[in-house]
């Protein structure tokens, strides 16, 4: 037979946890998917306030002479890798790809040299990763603290309903009291002793 439940049970616990869960991918997703914290970065770090070379910003330089020789593109297929002297700022052929690495090549005194920490992470990388990793910890904080106040400021329960349940419940302590005190002080019924002498 159906019966009427306070309250939903387990459910609530659940969906706490799956409510939890879910603000922290949320908070993953805005770091690491979207380009909030790169677009962040690179206007309050790098160009005052402005997101003017941002695409440039987000490439690499691959230079072709890097490719190995079996797969270096040739004859019409070079055509696509012409000479972009200032894509990378040296003269190579080069294309752009996607990603926060060293460059090939460094210039210094205009002479072009090899660079030893070609195609390993740049600093940049570093820097929007720890970024985005201070952006998630930040993230979580904000809402679950906002989610805290919200719910010291808007109670799941009434004030007057809180106060009258209060208030049935010290009623019904006090009349289970009354009813112990009553016991307590009602006389034990004594046996009949001319009964007991008429059996004798």
């Not at 460094?106 to 201070?134: D, G, Q, R, V």
Request: aromatic fraction near 12%; glycine fraction near 4%.
């Amino acid at each position: 037979m159906a019966a009427r439940a306070q309250d939903i049970g387990i459910w609530y616990a659940i969906l706490k946890g799956v409510t939890k869960i879910s603000v922290v991918v949320n908070g993953f997703v805005i770091a690491f998917v979207s380009e909030f914290v790169p677009r962040l970065y690179y206007t309050l770090g790098e160009h005052n306030d402005s997101l003017e070379g941002f695409v440039n910003h987000t490439l690499s330089c691959f230079a072709v002479d890097d490719f190995p020789e079996s797969e270096r593109p040739s004859g019409a297929a070079a055509v696509e890798f012409p000479l972009r002297i200032n894509s990378c700022g040296f003269n190579l052929s080069t294309y752009r790809f996607r990603g926060y690495y060293e460059r090939p090549k460094i210039t210094i005194l205009n002479t072009t040299l090899p660079n030893p920490n070609a195609y390993k992470f740049s600093t940049a990388y570093w820097h929007i990763l720890a970024a985005k990793l201070f952006f998630v910890v930040a993230f979580l904080h904000i809402v679950f603290g906002m989610t805290a106040i919200l719910a010291w400021i808007i109670p799941d329960v009434p004030k007057e309903v809180d106060n009258q349940v209060k208030r049935e419940n010290f009623l019904a302590r006090e009349a289970l009291r009354s009813a112990d005190q009553q016991d307590s002080v009602s006389p034990v019924p004594r046996e009949n002793s001319r009964g007991q002498d008429e059996m004798l």
